[in-house]
């Protein structure tokens, strides 16, 4: 939790030198996003297809030489909210009754959703986590946009990420300046002060924004420049993607031929 | 019965070091099956090309840092916390605080935005999940919402507050538990959840956190049609005649 805010560091391991690394960032994110796929996909109950998949996530983290203590802290924080949810998924009716207790009835139906759920949900923390934590955020953009997402979305991406912790700051300081003032005094105080501090917040913003446009004016800035850089992806990059491809379509014949 | 709900998490406990319970409809991966996917993944394209084409057109080269800094404040906002009547305590989720400043395509750009940015950067759910969150907060709450509100206001009168006011607080209420009713369907539909179980925990919690939604947002506009209503999105008629002053220094 504590360790995503603040400065904002969250690719810890980007400097690493390892075959994951060497992957171009759109290569790393189309990987990423075909195991995504491939485990979410898979229809529940397939216990195998996710236990290949889990063993190849779990070669992937070790060749990334992620750091396996902050992974952990962060897909624990993570999971707790998960796993909130999991537990409406466990009471349900059909197949067996497994365990009874009033109308509260627990059922092989529901073991399966929730095994299989909590699995998939481990697996895609496990698989996102990976990327960000080897792969600084301008990287990632820059990989998106050779994906051919909007570069408009881009721009705006790109702006949000430069400016959330300037504005993160300027309300600290507001609610600062309201705690300090003694205005978080009852609950109706306190809504009615912060509802006040979101809307001068957004006049600075859109203030700011104006500034910022200004500023990009006078450097020269004449709309989002259309051409992506050529990506420099090589036979490595192929090979990856294609491994990854296999191993995704490998699990899926799993489930097929079970 | 507060076991089924998604939560925020992350952001939001750096700032309030509470663990009450982190509430918003943020579908995790795993939970929704390939239809449900599919069709929402296909709607919230269709949406973001739309607003991004709107949003074009109508700010041409000051939509990228105006709509920047405007995700960023959206972010910004969702991490505070405050006390919702009956105890606990939840944040914004700003999708018809959005459309009110900003109005339907920009607003529900800069919502997507977020949520993109929370999902692949945060984890703050998930990415293929994505399209269904554009949908139920993007196109529900911020689109939906922003027409409710201003059907409501415009019956009640374009150019007074109390038309603001009412408008705004039915829409940012309604805005969040028809999010969370589509947030059910999906999940029972997906056969992850029941659908009895996902609506009473669901629609029950949200009820309340609509209420926190609603009261905020009001304060929020409210403030900012006394302090600088040419900012508002079809600002009232006398807000244009009158130059704007500007409140801020840095």
Redesign the interface.
């Given at each position: 939790?504590?360790l995503?805010?603040?400065a904002f560091h969250?690719d810890i391991d980007s400097h690493q030198q390892t075959p994951w690394h060497r992957l171009a960032p759109q290569t790393r994110i189309l990987c990423v996003?075909l195991l995504?796929?491939a485990?979410?996909?898979t229809?529940?109950g397939q216990w195998l297809t996710w236990c290949v998949y889990g063993a190849a996530i779990l070669g992937m983290l070790l060749v990334s030489r992620v750091t396996l203590w902050v992974l952990c802290k962060?897909i624990a924080?993570?999971y707790?909210?998960?796993g909130?949810?999991l537990?409406?998924?466990l009471?349900?009716?059909g197949g067996d009754v497994v365990w009874q207790w009033g109308w509260l009835q627990i059922t092989t139906t529901g073991l399966t959703?929730l095994g299989s759920?909590s699995?998939?949900?481990l697996?895609?923390?496990l698989l996102?986590?990976m990327l960000?934590l080897t792969t600084p955020?301008p990287m990632?953009l820059k990989g998106l946009a050779i994906l051919r997402v909007?570069p408009?979305?881009i721009?705006?991406?790109?702006?949000?990420?430069?400016?959330?912790g300037?504005?993160?700051d300027?309300?600290s300081a507001m609610?600062r300046a309201a705690v300090s003032r003694n205005l978080m005094g009852g609950?109706h105080w306190?809504?009615?002060v912060?509802?006040?501090?979101?809307?001068?917040?957004?006049?600075?913003?859109?203030?700011?924004?104006?500034r910022?446009?200004q500023a990009?004016?006078s450097r020269g800035?004449?709309?989002?420049p259309t051409a992506v850089e050529t990506p420099n992806t090589g036979r490595y990059d192929i090979a990856a993607l294609t491994l990854t491809l296999g191993l995704a379509l490998a699990g899926q014949s799993i489930s097929l031929i079970r | 019965m507060?076991?089924?709900?998604?939560?925020t998490?992350?952001?939001t406990?750096?700032v309030s070091h509470t663990f009450a319970p982190?509430i918003a409809l943020h579908v995790?991966?795993?939970?929704l099956?390939?239809p449900v996917?599919t069709i929402t993944w296909l709607i919230s394209i269709g949406l973001?090309?739309l607003a991004?084409n709107r949003?074009?057109a109508e700010y041409?080269?000051?939509?990228?840092?105006?709509?920047?800094?405007?995700?960023?404040?959206i972010?910004?906002?969702q991490?505070?916390n405050?006390?919702i009547?009956g105890g606990t305590s939840g944040h914004?989720l700003g999708g018809t605080?959005a459309g009110a400043?900003l109005g339907p395509w920009a607003g529900s750009?800069v919502m997507t935005?977020?949520f993109?940015?929370q999902g692949?950067?945060?984890?703050d759910g998930?990415?293929?999940a994505m399209g269904a969150n554009i949908f139920n907060m993007g196109l529900i709450g911020t689109f939906g919402g922003y027409y409710l509100l201003r059907t409501i206001r415009y019956a009640i009168g374009r150019d007074k507050l109390s038309g603001m006011i009412v408008g705004t607080s039915i829409a940012a209420w309604l805005s969040v538990v028809v999010a969370a009713v589509f947030c059910a369907l999906e999940?029972a539909i997906s056969?992850?959840?029941?659908f009895n179980?996902?609506m009473s925990?669901m629609v029950g919690w949200h009820i309340f956190i609509g209420i926190?939604e609603a009261?905020?947002?009001?304060?929020?506009?409210?403030?900012?049609w006394r302090?600088?209503p040419d900012?508002l999105y079809r600002s009232p008629r006398r807000a244009i005649a009158t130059s704007p002053r500007?409140?801020?220094t840095?």
């Open positions: 939790m504590l995503h805010i603040g969250l996003l995504l796929l485990t979410v996909l229809p529940n962060r924080v993570e707790a909210f998960v909130v949810v537990m409406g998924t009471f349900r009716e959703v759920v699995f998939k949900a697996l895609s923390l996102l986590n960000t955020v990632l909007p408009l979305l721009a705006i991406m790109a702006s949000m990420y430069r400016h959330i300037v504005l993160i300027e309300f609610r609950s306190q809504r009615m912060i509802g006040n501090m979101i809307g001068s917040l957004f006049i600075r913003t859109y203030e700011r924004g104006d910022i446009h990009m004016l800035y004449q709309g989002i | 507060n076991f089924l709900l998604f939560s998490g992350l952001l406990q750096s982190r995790p991966d795993g939970f099956n390939a996917l973001i090309a991004l949003v074009q041409q080269d000051r939509a990228v840092p105006l709509m920047g800094v405007c995700a960023a404040f972010f910004a906002a991490m505070i405050f006390p009547p914004l605080l400043l750009l935005v977020v993109i940015v692949v950067v945060f984890q998930g990415i293929t999940l056969g992850t959840v029941p179980v996902a925990a926190g009261l905020i947002t009001v304060a929020t506009v409210t403030f900012i302090t600088r900012l500007s409140l801020s840095r």
